[in-house]
């Protein structure tokens, strides 16, 4: 005979005893282990291994996202209680069964059911009822969901935020006949087509700027309120659109963190939710992450703790496309070949980097022939025979700064947006080869 499924029960009200008798009934196949009062005390028991499924309340104070990661993490799978119109955001939080009609409903062998599907592996144990149907896509909107960029790169301020800015505004075809965004003269480029906009996030933990840069009010929510809103089980795209304003024609930003004591707010299980619904407003997210993608040590010992790398690590994980950006003279060739190597190190699966862009390229710094210098310390090295040269541009750069603009909409014959948008053009061939089926 199989052994009985532990579980721990964290139901609210009179109910709770009826749960526990039904779960405890005699050839039930499951015994509850312990009976927890909140989600402190059921996350606890979680980590001391009670039990491998746990039945709670849908209404349960404290239950978000970042709870029920939790649980999941220490290989609890979690069966939920809904009533009225809670299901659908239990769901959004990610547990792995909701049983629709309250606790009444749990004494019957939907529970049961539910339970021992869950302890059986991570598929979908849920019995779907008419409301779970699911909603047909708006008319007219595009099928496939958009891409994630995410922009990274060594400290030492490499220009992560200004190749960001301007890989979204080329993606939003600002600068070009079809987009001149804020009165942007015009200069020749490929126009875009999807008809979503473009999403540019600023994850940035350690020192968010994009605010500022484009002289946005640094007080706005941004990132951070949706954040909260997907650890609630409450972010769509209607909302997360009204947390990322249009700035131009096309180009959305998501505003990052007014405080960099505020990282805790952005916690990885809920930057994923937000990527996923960027995926269904945006044809293209572009995110400017931190620099350290390292495992805090100081906070290792307790994996309970939030960790401030989290959200760079997420969206490495979560993106379609890397882009690592390093700057051009001796010490930044230096910190970006090294930065390859911490990459392919990182705690999380990152995908092979789409480009690796060498920014402010000059004489200066790189000889009398900059570019052919640059390809051949990297070639030599890193082993990389192609990477991305971006010319320095400090006037033009200066200007955009100083009016709040990107360079495609404040000087579009700029080198640097010149080479930036050919970048776009490269990171979209993957998207147009299958769109002409070619393999």
């Not at 499951?30 to 989600?39: E, L, M, P, S």
């Not at 746990?54 to 799978?77: M, T």
């Not at 946005?216 to 997360?240: H, I, N």
Request: proline fraction near 8%; hydrophobic fraction near 50%.
């Amino acid at each position: 005979m199989a052994a009985p499924v532990t579980v721990l029960a964290a139901v609210r009200g009179a109910a709770e005893t009826q749960v526990v008798l039904a779960l405890g009934a005699p050839g039930s196949g499951a015994t509850v282990t312990r009976r927890c009062g909140d989600v402190v005390e059921l996350l606890a028991a979680a980590a001391a291994g009670a039990g491998a499924v746990a039945v709670i309340s849908g209404d349960l104070p404290g239950l978000d996202r970042e709870a029920v990661a939790r649980l999941h993490g220490a290989g609890v799978r979690v069966v939920a209680l809904a009533d009225g119109l809670g299901g659908e955001r239990l769901r959004a939080l990610g547990v792995d069964a909701v049983l629709d009609g309250g606790p009444a409903a749990a004494l019957g062998d939907g529970l049961l059911d539910a339970v021992r599907a869950a302890a059986d592996g991570p598929g979908d144990p849920e019995v779907p009822s008419p409301e779970d149907e699911p909603s047909p896509p708006p008319e007219g909107a595009p099928a496939a969901p958009g891409r994630v960029v995410a922009v990274w790169g060594p400290v030492g301020a490499p220009g992560r935020t200004t190749v960001a800015l301007e890989l979204a505004a080329a993606l939003a075809g600002l600068g070009t006949s079809g987009r001149r965004g804020r009165g942007a003269r015009h200069a020749p480029g490929p126009e875009r087509t999807d008809p979503r906009d473009v999403l540019l996030v600023d994850a940035d933990t350690y020192g968010s700027s994009l605010a500022m840069r484009l002289g946005l009010l640094d007080d706005a929510p941004g990132l951070a309120a949706a954040c909260r809103a997907a650890g609630q089980g409450t972010l769509d795209v209607p909302s997360l659109a009204r947390q990322s304003p249009l700035v131009a024609p096309g180009l959305r930003v998501l505003t990052g963190l007014t405080r960099s004591a505020r990282w805790p707010e952005v916690p990885a299980s809920s930057l994923e939710v937000v990527l996923d619904r960027a995926r269904e407003l945006a044809s293209w997210t572009v995110v400017d992450t931190a620099a350290p993608v390292e495992a805090d040590e100081v906070l290792m010992y307790d994996t309970h703790a939030p960790q401030r790398n989290a959200a760079t690590l997420a969206a490495l994980a979560a993106a379609d496309d890397v882009l690592v950006v390093g700057t051009a003279d001796p010490v930044g060739i230096q910190r970006l070949v090294r930065a390859l190597e911490d990459l392919r190190e990182a705690p999380v699966v990152v995908r092979t980097p789409s480009a690796v862009v060498v920014n402010r390229v000059r004489a200066a710094v790189a000889g009398a022939r900059p570019e052919a210098a640059v390809r051949e310390a990297m070639a030599r090295y890193a082993g990389l025979d192609d990477v991305v040269v971006v010319p320095d541009d400090a006037a033009g750069q200066d200007a955009a700064l100083l009016a709040g603009r990107a360079l495609a909409e404040h000087a579009p014959g700029s080198p640097v947006r010149v080479a930036v948008a050919a970048l776009a053009e490269r990171l979209r061939v993957p998207e147009r080869r299958l769109s002409e089926g070619v393999g």
